[in-house]
């Protein structure tokens, strides 16, 4: 049996990666299926380098974190000034930082969402959103999206509608879903704009028939990233905030892969024409550290603390990690400024839209600023789905030296950080155009 003879923190170059992985396999649960072979030596940019010395552009920004790129120099200023005044205190205690960050961030929201708290994870704002609209309401039924993800603690896998919900027994009682906002695959069958945005008002009314008392919270994604890139329609989140609205509900806009201007603007609720209750932020506020926040109106803060609202866990507040959330929000302010994401978006959302004309394969582009998707099909006019060709181009773009993530099987996610270059998102388009070629090419000797 091979083992890590060298105790030090350090890696070594004299252990090989296929020992790593053996060692990986019998140390490691595996918590989310086979291990991947890519072993991260270092990151910098939009380049991940593994253990060999091969170079990978990384079009998923990790996991949607490395927003400005991997490793940038502002946030290493960040945590060595952490070192030099406080990495860590009680999550009782404030610092000058947190305040500060706090007061950035509310600054930078609209006026209605007046307060914020500090967290580490997504999953944990998911749980704080809920748990405050249900104390501020004082009611406790929820609804949540089909195809959406929130997380994978047990509040926010109740309200996640993906099959990496199931396994933990049952969900919560009195949480329900609506429809997924899929034009490319309606539910009902119907068509954007004629439909008049049936999905919403067949989902409202379902929930109206099941619901025993009456519901806290709505939650959403402005993108449903995880469950396929599905951009809700023109309009849908306003006749949301009605929906809401008429049934004094709180909606909570999950900007986990949106926020600090991924798509754009520096919420994507933004571009909505609505302000919702509750804004969780996570993923792109941390740039790869673990911060996360969340914003709520003044009427939640005031009436689910009066109603006795406790949330506690050993990382809420810390000052290191919101010197790390102020660096990040001034990056995020001079790119949504300098219009970053929108701008490189474009060029990648185009050169993605003309492989589709030439390729049965791209059934839809989807997505805005760098939060982009690709739906692969069997064919333009079927729309079959095709996870093999989702799957095995995907592959194939890898071993070229380029980074994608499939979602919800026949779905890429295009989330490269938003510093990426025309030259980098050129090289991309070309190894993707390269990866579809291989695959029709074998496709067309197979059959
Ligand atoms: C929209 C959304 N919400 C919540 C989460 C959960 O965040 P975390 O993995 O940091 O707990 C994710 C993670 O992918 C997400 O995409």
Same mark, same amino acid.
């Given at each position: 049996?091979?083992?890590?003879?060298?105790?030090?923190?350090?890696?070594?170059?004299?252990?090989?990666?296929?020992?790593?992985?053996?060692?990986?396999?019998?140390?490691?649960?595996?918590?989310?299926?086979?291990?991947?072979?890519?072993?991260?030596?270092?990151?910098?940019?939009?380049?991940?380098?593994?253990?060999?010395?091969?170079?990978?552009?990384?079009?998923?920004?990790?996991?949607?974190?490395?927003?400005?790129?991997?490793?940038?120099?502002?946030?290493?200023?960040?945590?060595?000034?952490?070192?030099?005044?406080?990495?860590?205190?009680?999550?009782?205690?404030?610092?000058?930082?947190?305040?500060?960050?706090?007061?950035?961030?509310?600054?930078?929201?609209?006026?209605?969402?007046?307060?914020?708290?500090?967290?580490?994870?997504?999953?944990?704002?998911?749980?704080?959103?809920?748990?405050?609209?249900?104390?501020?309401?004082?009611?406790?039924?929820?609804?949540?999206?089909?195809?959406?993800?929130?997380?994978?603690?047990?509040?926010?896998?109740?309200?996640?509608?993906?099959?990496?919900?199931?396994?933990?027994?049952?969900?919560?009682?009195?949480?329900?879903?609506? *429809?997924?906002?899929?034009?490319?695959?309606?539910? %009902? +069958?119907?068509? #954007? &704009?004629?439909?008049?945005? $049936?999905?919403? /008002?067949?989902?409202?009314?379902?929930?109206?028939?099941?619901?025993?008392?009456?519901?806290?919270?709505?939650?959403?994604?402005?993108?449903?990233?995880?469950?396929?890139?599905?951009?809700?329609?023109?309009?849908?989140?306003?006749?949301?905030?009605?929906?809401?609205?008429?049934?004094?509900?709180?909606?909570?806009?999950?900007?986990?892969?949106?926020?600090?201007?991924?798509?754009?603007?520096?919420?994507?609720?933004?571009?909505?024409?609505?302000? *919702?209750?509750?804004?969780?932020?996570?993923?792109? %506020? +941390?740039?790869? #550290? &673990?911060?996360?926040?969340? $914003?709520?109106? /003044?009427?939640?803060?005031?009436?689910?603390?009066?109603?006795?609202?406790?949330?506690?866990?050993?990382?809420?507040?810390?000052?290191?990690?919101?010197?790390?959330?102020?660096?990040?929000?001034?990056?995020?302010?001079?790119?949504?400024?300098?219009?970053?994401?929108?701008?490189?978006?474009?060029?990648?959302?185009?050169?993605?839209?003309?492989?589709?004309?030439?390729?049965?394969?791209?059934?839809?582009?989807?997505?805005?600023?760098?939060?982009?998707?690709?739906?692969?099909?069997?064919?333009?006019?079927?729309?079959?789905?095709?996870?093999?060709?989702?799957?095995?181009?995907?592959?194939?773009?890898?071993?070229?030296?380029?980074?994608?993530?499939?979602?919800?099987?026949?779905?890429?996610?295009?989330?490269?950080?938003?510093?990426?270059?025309?030259?980098?998102?050129?090289?991309?388009?070309?190894?993707?155009?390269?990866?579809?070629?291989?695959?029709?090419?074998?496709?067309?000797?197979?059959?």
């Amino acid at each position: 049996m091979s083992d890590i003879t060298n105790t030090s923190p350090q890696t070594t170059a004299d252990i090989d990666s296929a020992t790593l992985l053996e060692i990986a396999d019998r140390s490691l649960l595996r918590h989310a299926g086979p291990f991947d072979g890519l072993l991260v030596e270092r990151a910098s940019g939009a380049d991940i380098w593994d253990r060999e010395g091969n170079r990978y552009l990384d079009f998923t920004s990790g996991q949607l974190c490395a927003t400005f790129g991997h490793n940038p120099t502002e946030l290493r200023d960040a945590i060595l000034t952490s070192f030099d005044r406080a990495v860590h205190s009680s999550s009782l205690l404030l610092s000058e930082e947190v305040i500060r960050l706090a007061e950035r961030l509310v600054g930078l929201l609209p006026a209605a969402l007046s307060k914020v708290v500090m967290l580490s994870t997504g999953s944990e704002a998911t749980e704080v959103g809920l748990k405050a609209a249900k104390m501020a309401t004082g009611r406790w039924e929820t609804i949540g999206v089909s195809r959406s993800y929130h997380g994978h603690t047990a509040g926010a896998a109740a309200v996640t509608f993906l099959p990496r919900r199931r396994g933990s027994g049952p969900g919560q009682p009195g949480v329900h879903a609506i *429809p997924a906002p899929y034009c490319f695959r309606c539910p %009902l +069958g119907a068509t #954007f &704009p004629e439909c008049g945005l $049936a999905c919403l /008002d067949v989902g409202m009314a379902a929930v109206d028939a099941q619901r025993t008392g009456e519901i806290a919270a709505c939650i959403i994604e402005p993108i449903l990233s995880t469950g396929g890139m599905i951009e809700p329609p023109d309009g849908y989140f306003s006749h949301l905030r009605e929906h809401c609205d008429q049934r004094g509900i709180q909606l909570i806009v999950d900007e986990a892969q949106t926020g600090l201007g991924r798509t754009g603007d520096m919420f994507a609720f933004e571009s909505t024409g609505m302000t *919702p209750d509750v804004v969780a932020l996570s993923k792109t %506020l +941390g740039g790869g #550290f &673990p911060l996360a926040a969340v $914003a709520v109106t /003044d009427t939640i803060a005031e009436q689910s603390e009066c109603n006795g609202f406790r949330f506690l866990t050993s990382h809420m507040n810390e000052p290191s990690m919101a010197l790390i959330g102020l660096a990040m929000l001034s990056l995020a302010e001079e790119h949504v400024r300098r219009g970053t994401a929108a701008k490189q978006g474009m060029r990648l959302k185009s050169a993605l839209a003309n492989l589709m004309e030439d390729s049965e394969m791209i059934g839809d582009v989807r997505g805005r600023g760098l939060l982009l998707g690709i739906e692969f099909v069997t064919d333009h006019t079927s729309r079959r789905p095709d996870t093999q060709a989702a799957a095995s181009i995907a592959s194939g773009c890898r071993r070229r030296g380029l980074l994608v993530q499939v979602v919800a099987g026949n779905v890429w996610r295009i989330a490269p950080p938003i510093t990426v270059t025309d030259d980098e998102i050129d090289r991309a388009v070309s190894i993707i155009r390269d990866g579809l070629a291989e695959y029709e090419h074998h496709r067309a000797v197979r059959s």
